[in-house]
């Protein structure tokens, strides 16, 4: 089970709403997750990055895809003193074009961080983009997987997913 406090943190912010919601995929649920409704509370966004920190591992560097895990990923660095990099979800026709903005030096040992998963697709993308640039990504943490295949999808890529709260575990909890 994840900490009470987190749990509390996305139900108390508005992270966590239950009705009727259709998703970025096109699926429909009755549950929506908007972590950034968490993150953009400064003392909340630092809760989450201190659970982050017993995560690291040996990862020397962080990256995330833009726009969800960028607060995360700046409040962890803050928090561990690792430099990070930002994923685009697309290149820009201006400038150097890149999708990876930071450095990730080869072989370097990445954690990608994300703010929520569903299926896994972003995040899939992201760890491609990073093994791409010469980084060694074995693992994914995230405030919360929706439990609808991305830590499977991750699995066949050989990246474990490491959530701080599940789907399941705020369904469970009293609203």
Do not use: W
């Not at 660095?77 to 890149?98: D, F, N």
């Not at 890529?157 to 609203?175: D, F, H, I, K, Q």
């Amino acid at each position: 089970m994840t900490d009470p406090t987190l749990s509390a943190d996305l139900l108390d912010s508005g992270a966590v709403r239950f009705g009727s919601f259709t998703l970025t995929s096109g699926q429909h649920s009755d549950v929506y997750v908007d972590v950034k409704r968490a993150t953009t509370d400064p003392a909340r966004l630092r809760r989450i990055a201190r659970m982050l920190l017993g995560h690291l591992g040996n990862a020397e560097c962080l990256a995330g895809m833009e726009l969800g895990a960028v607060p995360i990923l700046v409040a962890l660095a803050l928090e561990s003193g690792r430099p990070y990099a930002i994923v685009r979800k697309a290149a820009r026709a201006h400038g150097t074009g890149q999708r990876v903005e930071g450095e990730i030096r080869p072989g370097c040992p990445v954690l990608v961080v994300e703010d929520v998963t569903t299926t896994g697709g972003s995040v899939a993308e992201t760890v491609a983009l990073l093994r791409e640039a010469g980084g060694v990504v074995e693992r994914v943490v995230c405030v919360v997987d929706r439990e609808q295949g991305a830590s499977e999808r991750l699995a066949a890529l050989g990246v474990a997913l490491e959530p701080l709260v599940t789907l399941s575990e705020l369904r469970g909890l009293p609203r």
